[in-house]
């Protein structure tokens, strides 16, 4: 594919700079990375949420399905991000493993349970509480 300068108005000069830092430090491109959030935007893998107040989003895993999430693979998705997640279940399983701590939630800003089960340990189930908009359900293990 040939190259081609494109001009965006109204970008975020803020976000440009944040992803040009992060290029910068993982050794790749601006392009490499604006072209792998537009293809996860795109695909549906990861959704950007609305979350309130205006002009700020948050990165969202959303799960039908089954997952586990153990304290590496939170801190892993904020990592790509810098900036905490919000989980959605709407209607899978969602159990995180035994080892998630105070430092893996400060990365999950909110856990929305519109369905299904999210199973956590029983050490943290308070501190899941506190994250959780629950229609689902919330069990300790």
């Known amino acids: 594919m040939p190259r081609k300068t494109v001009t965006i108005r109204g970008l975020d000069l803020e976000l440009y700079h944040r992803i040009f830092s992060l290029a910068k430090r993982m050794g790749k491109r601006v392009a490499d990375l604006m072209n792998e959030a537009m293809r996860f935007y795109l695909e549906?893998?990861?959704?950007?949420?609305?979350?309130?107040?205006?002009?700020?989003?948050?990165?969202?895993?959303?799960?039908?399905g089954?997952?586990?999430l153990s304290r590496e693979d939170v801190l892993n998705l904020f990592g790509e991000f810098n900036e905490p997640i919000v989980i959605e279940n709407n209607g899978g399983k969602?159990?995180?493993?035994?080892?998630?701590d105070r430092?893996?939630?400060?990365?999950?800003?909110?856990?929305?349970?519109?369905?299904g089960t999210v199973s956590v340990p029983r050490e943290v189930y308070h501190l899941f509480l506190l994250k959780s908009e629950i229609r689902g359900t919330l069990e300790k293990y």
Not at 44 to 64: H, I, V, W, Y
Not at 94 to 100: A, D, S
Not at 103 to 113: D, P, Q, S, W
């Open 94 to 100: 969602i159990v995180f493993e035994r080892g998630i």
């Open 44 to 64: 549906g893998c990861l959704k950007t949420e609305f979350d309130g107040a205006p002009g700020e989003q948050a990165p969202t895993l959303s799960n039908e």
């Open 66 to 68: 089954f997952i586990t």
């Open 103 to 115: 430092k893996a939630l400060g990365c999950i800003k909110r856990i929305v349970i519109n369905s």
